[in-house]
């Protein structure tokens, strides 16, 4: 059996991409919102606004979720750097754990995130 070392500098490679992944997620939703501000105006039918509503709760959420992954990887970014400054270049098992999980968790808001866009550019391109 082959062991694979996972060390500081994969860990710290993966963050960055994903950091930059979900800070190009919190400028997209920042566009979305203002398309949905756009629909707003020029609709007064209560199931467009409805899905207004609906989908600016989504944003909501998506934003929110964000946050909290960004905030996770800067816990662990601060975690890699106290092993670096001690001279260790690999993690606990829990820390490999947590990424390994944080990965899944990334996964799966990823294609939350894409559903929501999918709807979003069909419900916009028939609303403006």
């Not at 866009?117 to 916009?124: A, C, E, G, S, W």
């Amino acid at each position: 059996m082959k062991t694979q070392v996972i060390d500081n500098t994969s860990l710290h490679f993966e963050h960055v991409n994903w950091k930059n992944e979900l800070l190009f997620w919190k400028d997209e939703i920042k566009t979305f919102q203002k398309r949905l501000e756009e629909v707003v105006v020029l609709w007064t039918n209560k199931d467009v606004l409805s899905k207004v509503d609906q989908f600016q709760n989504n944003l909501i959420i998506h934003n929110r979720k964000i946050a909290e992954m960004l905030e996770a990887i800067e816990a662990h970014e601060h975690n890699i750097a106290q092993h670096l400054k001690a001279n260790e270049d690999a993690l606990d098992i829990n820390y490999i754990n947590n990424h390994l999980k944080f990965r899944e968790e990334l996964d799966t808001e990823r294609k939350l995130y894409n559903d929501l866009k999918k709807r979003f550019f069909l419900f916009v391109s028939k609303s403006l």
